[in-house]
T-cell receptor
Framework: GDSVTQMEGPVTLSEEAFLTINCTYT??????LFWYVQYPGEGLQLLLK?????DKGSNKGFEATYRKETTSFHLEKGSVQVSDSAVYFC??????????????FGQGTILTVHP | KAGVTQTPRYLIKTRGQQVTLSCSPI?????VSWYQQTPGQGLQFLFE???????NKGNFPGRFSGRQFSNSRSEMNVSTLELGDSALYLC?????????????FGPGTRLLVL
């Protein structure tokens, strides 16, 4: 079945540091890829997505490129802020059949940014 | 446009009881998915409804069930609650549940089973 693997956390950075959170996936077919963020006590918010190979999703300074050859979708940000402290989830969604309405998530990466 | 809403936000139940959670999707969205989030298992897919029909189901026991109404609002029910059912239950909606569509999540219902 489909699966997503994220780098082990937690990740602790100083403000303005560079962020990378690795994400690799295994899937049948040709999935869409997503990064969601969860702030304490809240639901998930879409951060960015990519629906085909070599697409780059970007939002709020975060970027991720859909790499089909390496089955990866790594999240990057050039300069993190304290307000970026949250849990980040990589996810995939396949097409049709047993994939209707189903996101498959990685285990989540806790990011803490210190001033 | 109003976001996905879930009620109640918090629930405390005892083992053996049953519980019903409600989800109102974004207007115009016909696909509603439910997820269970726990520290140990992470985010796991429960089921998805579209046009009042369950199209997809995750690997959960039959105690977990759901339904969708003609206005796309959805409910999920857990019968004979167990301690392990304590979790954050998240509802998400999208237009049709398709591959490239964004799912929009509600704030969740936090269930504590004592």
């Amino acid at each position: 079945g489909d699966s997503v693997t994220q780098m082990e956390g937690p990740v602790t950075l100083s403000e303005e540091a560079f962020l990378t959170i690795n994400c690799t996936y295994t899937a049948t077919g040709y999935p869409s890829l997503f990064w969601y963020v969860q702030y304490p006590g809240e639901g998930l918010q879409l951060l960015l997505k990519a629906t085909k190979a070599d697409d780059k999703g970007s939002n709020k300074g975060f970027e991720a490129t859909y790499r089909k050859e390496t089955t990866s979708f790594h999240l990057e940000k050039g300069s993190v802020q304290v307000s970026d402290s949250a849990v980040y989830f990589c996810a995939l969604k396949n097409a049709g059949g047993t994939s209707y309405g189903k996101l498959t998530f990685g285990q989540g990466t806790i990011l803490t940014v210190h001033p | 446009k109003a976001g996905v809403t879930q009620t109640p936000r918090y629930l405390i139940k005892t083992r053996g009881q049953q519980v019903t959670l409600s989800c109102s999707p974004i207007s115009g969205h016909r696909s509603v998915s439910w997820y269970q989030q726990t520290p140990g298992q992470g985010l796991q897919f429960l089921f998805e409804y579209f046009s009042e029909t369950q199209r997809n189901k995750g690997n959960f026991p039959g105690r977990f069930s759901g339904r969708q109404f003609s206005n796309s609002r959805s409910e999920m029910n857990v019968s004979t609650l167990e301690l392990g059912d304590s979790a954050l239950y998240l509802c998400a909606s999208s237009l049709t549940g398709g591959r490239g569509e964004t799912q929009y999540f509600g704030p969740g219902t936090r269930l504590l089973v004592l």
